[in-house]
């Protein structure tokens, strides 16, 4: 006879981090008491995903030694019996990879697609947007660490299946639905299914990421995936490993797939004070991305303010978004804007022939559009690149 737990069981069970850091006060005890809290390898005959739907085996993952290895993100964390990943998100139970968070977004909104921000999919519609707890980064400068560096057993939110987002999706009249706030690499199995149902019903997909995920689960998904918005939060290793936690080059890797898959992209500078904010670095970046992924991508530089652990640190400065914006026009890009900085003219799209604004912009309102159908400049009919109604 088999033996079944709960979903709350199974946390308690695996509510340990990678690198044997014990989360929660259950688990301050001694190693033996500890041990206890993990049971041997098969000592479940049945997944625990088979007796509660919202605790269930994820994908992208291989046996390794006397543990599993999760092949979804570059860290590729090795996980004994009872562990969980960098993520907090995935563990290892019974012997298989477990997703501890499908269907629990914690955070449910109707958001403005330029809020993402996302400013070549259908300006001024509306994105059904979702998150789960869980990333696999541990940004200083998070904006949402709230979620993103939560444990799913201190989660507050009510389960929501991939059907029910695509419907409230549809009765909210959404175009879009955007997999954000947290970080939506590590929910993946839920992403994915709900991602299926939105493209048969007509929805575009906007993933806001870090991109910091391997090449074959991006290859995987790649074809339900209308926008991704990355996050290219610096452009040094230095950078990366320091304030991140991560690794800068496979941030890199992910643009230049998207690139070669054709999936369309959007790029993301949060310019941090004293951190990210070198003008020669900044340089740099941009011919990074006019060489690899054309003059066409859009980039923003945005505005920082203080908060999480950098919260001795003061607001970018104006002019410090306006000077990077214009190293950024000055090395051939096409679309480069300023971002939380409402009701200045970087928040415009404007044609890279004739320099008229087709798309005016304040805050997250679209105050004007001239695009012609199609996506074409009005004055000298320049294809604009994105997705138009």
Not at 38 to 46: A, C, I, N, Q, R
Not at 150 to 171: D, F, I, Y
Not at 309 to 315: G, H, M
Not at 317 to 330: D, N
């Amino acid at each position: 006879m088999s033996e079944t737990i709960t979903r709350q069981e199974f946390l308690k069970k695996a509510a340990v981090v990678t690198g044997a850091v014990v989360a929660g006060p259950a688990l301050s005890g001694t190693l033996s008491s500890l041990i206890s809290l993990f049971p041997p390898p098969g000592t479940l005959k049945e997944l625990p995903g088979l007796t509660n739907p919202l605790v269930r085996e994820a994908l992208w993952w291989k046996s390794a030694c006397a543990g599993v290895q999760c092949t979804l993100c570059p860290f590729q964390c090795f996980l004994p019996e009872g562990m969980r990943g960098l993520c907090n998100v995935r563990g290892n139970y019974s012997g298989r990879l477990m997703t501890l968070v499908y269907a629990q977004p914690v955070a449910v909104h109707v958001d403005p697609i330029e809020k993402k921000p996302v400013y070549h999919l259908y300006p001024g519609s509306r994105s059904f947007s979702i998150s789960t707890v869980g990333c696999n980064l541990k940004c200083a400068f998070c904006q949402n660490w709230e979620i993103s560096q939560s444990l799913p057993e201190q989660a507050e939110g009510k389960p929501m299946s991939p059907e029910e987002v695509v419907r409230a999706a549809l009765l909210t009249q959404s175009a879009s639905i955007a997999y954000t706030y947290g970080e939506p690499t590590v929910f993946y199995e839920y992403m994915f299914d709900t991602m299926k149902l939105a493209k048969e019903k007509g929805i575009r997909n906007v993933v806001i990421s870090a991109g910091y995920i391997n090449e074959e689960p991006l290859r995987k998904i790649a074809p339900l995936i209308d926008v991704m918005k990355v996050d290219l939060k610096g452009f040094s290793e230095k950078f990366y490993r320091r304030v991140v936690k991560g690794e800068l080059r496979f941030v890199l890797n992910t643009l230049v797939l998207l690139a070669k898959l054709g999936i369309f992209a959007e790029v993301v500078n949060l310019v941090v004070p004293t951190m990210n904010d070198h003008f020669d670095e900044i340089r740099k970046m941009c011919r990074w991305i006019r060489r690899e992924l054309g003059p066409d991508i859009p980039v923003f530089f945005s505005r920082f303010t203080p908060q999480y652990q950098l919260s001795n640190l003061p607001p970018t400065p104006l002019e410090t978004l306006r000077h990077a914006r214009e190293i950024g026009m000055e090395e051939g890009l096409h679309y480069v804007y300023s971002g939380n900085n409402p009701g200045n003219p970087g928040e415009n799209t404007y044609c890279p022939t004739c320099k008229n604004p087709l798309i005016e912009r304040y805050g997250y309102a679209v105050i004007a559009n001239r695009l012609k159908p199609g996506g074409f400049c009005p004055y000298d009919n320049t294809k604009i690149p994105g997705i138009w109604r």
